[in-house]
């Protein structure tokens, strides 16, 4: 292994102190190898071949001319799939190859196997399809209407895919009696992704007709039961195989390229096959986040005591359900903030239209309701003449509250903490005299947003996890991690964590990425559940694995002492067991090589409780996890500099207050904070995704805009740690809570800096600059 | 064609197309996978490699312009088993993630601390701001970069 003289030197990192990722040593070497990595042996590529209308029955495909061209294997169509041709979670409403009818400009038509990426090319082109257009529906509010087209006729709601009602108290009746109101209309728009490895992966059929498969995605257990339906095989006869993920957002959680890959495959005679979408398709093709319409009504009373909210949400879910409704539930859970409101009604829906998909992105409709929730409570704030921080704090959230959804919170509670945590520090104390020392053409402001956000999948699915541990005879340990690391490093944490329990060095232990044949059925990398889920399983394999290894050394140094030895007197030392009272040690590699292959390896599965209180509205969101029980908090601030002559919004700092429970690894926590918060920035203010008649405009990175080095400020992340019990080591789980209040915070700052407000999704130079001329502020010094 | 040159200290004779993009050759047929490519347009960065001491965008060059150069990949930075300065700091202050971006970002720092062997942190933004990281937010690049510099200045002087 690489590494300098410190790097060799290995410590146990006991859990809470800083530990330097393992994957970390070979990423920096380029010795890590991604699923782009992999060019196998006589490999083929894979192309697709994609819509030619957002909307339009399909009448022919003619593959002929393209099957005959030299280098072409083969030309593959829907007919050639044996299953059930359907992908989705709940809803089974996606083609691997479109069948009957195409819905976006992304929908795959057909897929070429080539010998070379010209060849690919070449046959791509020369595929012929007849179509038959039919009338396309972009706007979410239009396909609502009667008459609007219907994207899958055999749904009985139309384009609704998912609605619901959420009443608490009187509901939006209760306005009338407020002291004070603010109403906030907003549309925010999509985001992409944009990891940084585009959809990938290599697959061939092996001898005895298994379907293996190396791919980048955060889902490889779900995976082969999504593929074994779609495609008609036997989900025991598909190998999937995760390695490191070169980032993923929520963009791989589900089938991307795997359906491509496996048809691929199949009819490939045994040659491998790779699919490696470039940037372009990765964005025609790849899923987004939801855009949002919401209207937002907040009262209160003359003290400021919130007393009701009154809302509705559109969300526009694009061609196919995917996530959507999962979306739609956690944004539905968390459209109130983290408040104690009595009175509330709040009304959502999500429609199909045909715009490209939407589905998973970190936040998973958190930041779009917060980024409506947030803005109106400053708007209330401005109406009532309270101080936004004293209003939030107020009417935040302890633990034994309901929620505004009506959501017990029985878990820890840590918002007013963040509060405090913001209020004590410098970039709030001095807001004014940072608003006043704006230089001539520039406006200064501060802003701020309180969130919450949930952790894990709720009640409907479980959120399991299965670790695994092994010592090898050298005495060396290996962990097979069945969740995918997507790039937060949670394999490493999994190493630390089983470190911290048998007393030894993580950075020399072995990592098994997820492997079908390897590792044990876990649950996806998602829903700031992969560290909380499997790190509580890690504990009980880690802690039956250290059992079993001080019982054989403690049989091993009773036959020295003749005397027997109870496990309580053996503790694990690096390298060692040691009997504390006659100081005799074992080194570990003898213990494992006296110990059966069955003993080396311990095994420990770990489900979470859910929230089983009764819920008096929304019951249809029930199946997409609603409610949840553990939740984590925050408060954001940001200051801005706004540029009269140009309209750019430069944001200058970012304070971010954090409970996510205990810190496991500082250094990933901050990694957590700090990335989702600049993902918040970009969607704040660069990151417009245009997308006209259902075409997308910015389909590439010189048209869509992400934060450069920059564009981000350092940023200050503040720990409040309460110990949660239901987390390893009393954690929740930090992996989205740091995007969700960027996008308020940063709109709420623009407000104070120059009292306008940009409600249509970025908050780009252009839209800044014609608010600014509208206010007559547009280039004054 | 048959192309001459120095890679990770090694000459080299390569026969290739001459139009043949520089990122495949590394990639495809030098089984040199540590150069990613995440654009293909010359926006990202990820496919950066070192042509005589100076960052270049291999998604950008074609074979023949690599007749004659002195190239350096991110494996051939590390030399008997240690890893190179920058790199360790990477490592340490947590400037790794997804790591997709981490080979070009290394190699673009090498070329940056070239040139400016004690920079602010505002210019080691600015000049890191042609490589996009999703993951991380820059901040821990930029401890990197930074810690990477006093170490390399301290070693000099």
């Known amino acids: ?781 | 064609m048959t192309l001459n040159f120095i890679l990770n200290g090694k000459n080299l004779s390569v026969e290739t197309s001459p139009d043949r993009r520089v990122v495949d050759l590394l990639r495809e047929d030098m089984g040199l996978s540590g150069t990613k490519e995440c654009c293909g347009s010359g926006e990202c960065g990820a496919c950066t490699i070192l042509v005589d001491g100076e960052s270049r965008l291999s998604c950008l060059m074609l074979a023949a312009q690599l007749e004659g150069r002195t190239l350096l990949t991110i494996e051939g930075l590390a030399s008997n088993g240690e890893l190179h300065v920058v790199q360790q700091a990477f490592v340490e202050h947590g400037a790794v993630q997804c790591g997709f971006c981490t080979p070009g970002m290394v190699l673009a720092t090498l070329d940056l601390l070239r040139r400016i062997p004690e920079p602010t942190r505002e210019e080691v933004r600015r000049e890191l701001s042609g490589n996009l990281c999703r993951c991380t937010g820059y901040q821990k690049i930029v401890d990197a970069v930074m810690a990477a510099a006093r170490t390399l200045h301290g070693g000099m002087s």
Request: contains cysteine; proline residues 6%.
């Open chain 1, 1 to 781: 292994m690489l590494g300098n003289k410190n790097m060799q030197n290995h410590e146990v990192r006991e859990i809470g102190v800083i530990a330097p990722r393992i994957d970390a040593l070979t990423k920096v070497t380029g010795a890590e190898n991604f699923a782009a990595d992999l060019y196998p042996e006589g490999f083929l590529w894979v192309g697709v071949k994609r819509s030619d209308f957002p909307h339009a029955n399909i009448l022919a495909i003619d593959g002929l001319a393209a099957s005959k061209l030299t280098g072409v294997t083969a030309v593959l169509t829907h007919r050639d799939i044996k299953g059930s041709n359907r992908l989705g979670i709940f809803e089974k409403d996606q083609p691997i190859l479109a069948d009957k009818t195409v819905r976006h400009y992304g929908d795959a038509v057909a897929l070429v196997v080539a010998e070379s990426k010209a060849a690919l090319t070449e046959a791509l082109a020369a595929i012929r399809v007849e179509y038959e257009p039919l009338p396309p529906v972009f706007d979410p509010e239009a396909a609502l209407e009667t008459g609007a087209p219907i994207l899958h006729p055999t749904r009985p709601a139309g384009n609704v895919l998912i609605k619901s009602e959420i009443v608490c108290g009187n509901g939006a009746a209760n306005l009338e009696k407020c002291a004070f109101q603010a109403t906030v209309k907003i549309r925010t728009g999509w985001q992409e992704h944009a990891f940084l490895e585009t959809q990938t992966g290599v697959a061939w059929m092996e001898e005895d007709e298994t379907l293996s498969m190396t791919v980048s995605t955060q889902t490889p257990f779900r995976d082969r039961l999504e593929l074994a339906e779609a495609l008609g095989i036997s989900p025991a006869k598909i190998h999937v195989v995760a390695p490191c993920l070169g980032g993923g957002f929520g963009g791989k959680d589900g089938v991307t390229v795997q359906g491509f890959l496996a048809l691929a495959a199949m009819h490939s005679g045994g040659r491998p096959v790779k699919i490696y979408y470039s940037r372009e398709e990765s964005i025609l093709a790849g899923t987004k986040r939801h855009p949002l319409r919401a209207e937002y009504t907040v009262g209160c009373d003359q003290d400021g005591v919130l007393q009701t909210l009154s809302c509705r949400l559109l969300f526009d879910t694009g061609a196919y359900a995917s996530l959507g409704s999962e979306v739609f539930a956690l944004a539905m859970e968390h459209a109130g903030g983290p408040y104690r409101i009595p009175n509330v009604s709040i009304l959502g829906s999500a429609v199909y239209t045909n715009n490209p998909v939407s589905s998973a992105f970190r936040g998973f409709g958190v930041p779009q309701a917060a980024a409506a929730m947030e803005q109106v409570i400053d708007e209330l704030a401005k109406a009532g003449g309270f101080d936004p921080l004293e209003l939030r704090r107020k009417n935040a959230v302890r633990r034994g509250d309901t929620s505004p959804t009506g959501v017990l919170l029985t878990q820890t509670t840590g918002i007013l903490e963040c509060l405090d945590q913001l209020e004590r520090h410098p970039l709030w104390r001095q807001r004014t005299k940072w608003g006043e020392s704006a230089p001539a053409f520039k406006r200064r402001g501060v802003g701020i947003a309180t969130i919450y956000h949930s952790v894990g999948f709720g009640p409907a699915i479980a959120d399991y996890a299965n670790a695994k541990l092994e010592i090898l005879t050298d005495g060396k340990f290996r962990v097979y991690a069945g969740v995918s690391d997507m790039g937060q490093g949670n394999a490493s944490t999994y190493a630390q964590i089983a470190g911290h329990i048998l007393c030894q060095p993580h950075e020399i232990m072995d990592l098994v990425l997820p492997d079908t044949a390897r590792t044990l059925p876990s649950a996806s990398s998602s829903a700031s559940r992969t560290t909380f889920t499997y790190g509580n399983a890690m504990i009980g394999a880690a802690e039956l694995l250290r059992d079993r290894i001080r019982a054989r050394a403690a049989l091993m140094i009773s036959f020295q002492l003749l005397h027997s030895v109870p496990i309580e007197e053996i503790a694990l030392l690096p390298g060692v067991a040691r009997h504390l009272p006659s100081g005799r040690s074992v080194p570990l590699s003898l213990v494992a090589t006296m110990m059966d292959t069955s003993e080396r390896t311990a095994t420990h599965s770990y489900t979470c409780p859910v929230n089983n209180q009764p819920i008096a509205s929304g019951e249809n969101l029930r199946m997409h996890g609603f409610p949840h029980r553990v939740v984590t908090y925050g408060a954001q601030l940001v200051t801005v500099e706004v540029d009269t002559l140009t309209g750019e919004t430069a944001v200058c700092d970012m304070l971010n207050c954090v409970d996510a429970g205990r810190v496991l690894n500082p250094q990933a926590y901050e990694q957590q904070v700090q990335g989702g918060a600049a993902q918040g920035l970009g969607y704040a203010l660069f990151e417009e995704f245009a997308v006209a008649d259902g075409r997308i405009l910015t389909g590439d990175f010189s048209t869509y805009i992400l934060p450069t080095a920059l564009d981000v400020p350092d940023m200050v992340t503040e720990p409040v740690t309460p110990d949660e019990k239901d987390g390893p080591f009393g954690m929740k789980g930090v992996g989205e809570i740091g995007i969700d209040g960027v996008f308020p915070a940063i709109a709420n700052a623009i407000a104070v800096a120059t009292g306008v407000r940009i409600t249509a999704e970025t908050m780009s130079a252009e839209k800044v600059l014609a608010a600014l001329r509208q206010t007559g502020q547009e280039g004054r010094p």
